[in-house]
């Protein structure tokens, strides 16, 4: 599986990762209601990818049924995919995922409490055969500008036996930081591949990727 493929399966999970955790809804502020997730059109170096068309509508059947459960009311999803780099040199080439949902959120502490330790399965059913496995425990941020909001970041460990290292087949090992972040009207979940630092083993560092859901919370929410 290659570097950007990798990205594409985590947002073709869904953000709905649950697991246990601390947040509270004290750090949430109520300025935050009344939102739209609307995807900025840059951040940093990272500018919109013109082949690939936003993500938006509201949900149906399942991908519905998944947010009200995590507690999203009337959910709509929103979501882009930036790119950074030559598109004459995939290796110089830097992927930034957001897919997120807006709507009423009921309890943010919830969201961001049940995120990430569904994401061996699901990412598992859309990783033709890589063994996908979370490292660690899911780390509460706060990046510099980010307030009135919670996130939290957890990295993912791709390992893939068919692979050799090349940039058709991509690395035998990836880690791939997530970062997800949630207020009283947006869930947003944000994943950055530095396609030629995978092939050798040197991927985004997770505060770098925090650094950037921050910045694409703040120019990538509406008030309705």
């Known amino acids: 599986m290659g570097a950007s493929v990798l990205a594409l399966a985590v947002i073709g999970a869904g953000v709905w990762f649950f697991t246990s955790g601390s947040a509270s809804n004290s750090d949430v502020a109520d300025s935050t209601k009344g939102y739209k997730l609307t995807p900025a059109a840059s951040v940093d170096d990272y500018a919109k990818d013109p082949a690939k068309p936003d993500r938006s509508g509201p949900l149906t059947g399942k991908s519905k049924a998944d947010a009200e459960a995590a507690g999203v009311k009337d959910p709509q999803q929103a979501g882009a995919q930036y790119q950074s780099g030559s598109k004459d040199n995939p290796l110089t080439q830097k992927l930034l995922l957001l897919q997120g949902y807006w709507g009423e959120v009921q309890d943010p502490a919830k969201v961001i409490n049940n995120s990430f330790s569904d994401a061996e399965k699901k990412m598992s059913e859309s990783s033709n055969g890589a ?32 692979a050799d290292g090349t940039l058709a087949k991509g690395p035998k090992e990836v ?12 869930v947003g979940m944000v994943v950055a591949v530095d396609v030629g630092g995978a092939l050798t083993g040197k991927g985004i560092a997770q505060d770098d990727v925090a650094a950037l859901a921050a910045k694409l919370y703040n120019t990538s929410r509406t008030k309705i």
Do not use: E, H
Request: aromatic share 6%; glycine share 6%; hydrophobic share 35%.
């Open 131 to 162: 063994k996908v496995s979370l490292v660690g425990s899911p780390k509460d941020v706060k990046p510099a500008g980010f307030d009135g909001a919670l996130m939290r970041c957890q990295d993912l460990k791709t390992v893939n036996d068919k």
């Open 175 to 186: 880690i791939t930081p997530v970062c997800i972040w949630a207020d009283y009207s947006t």
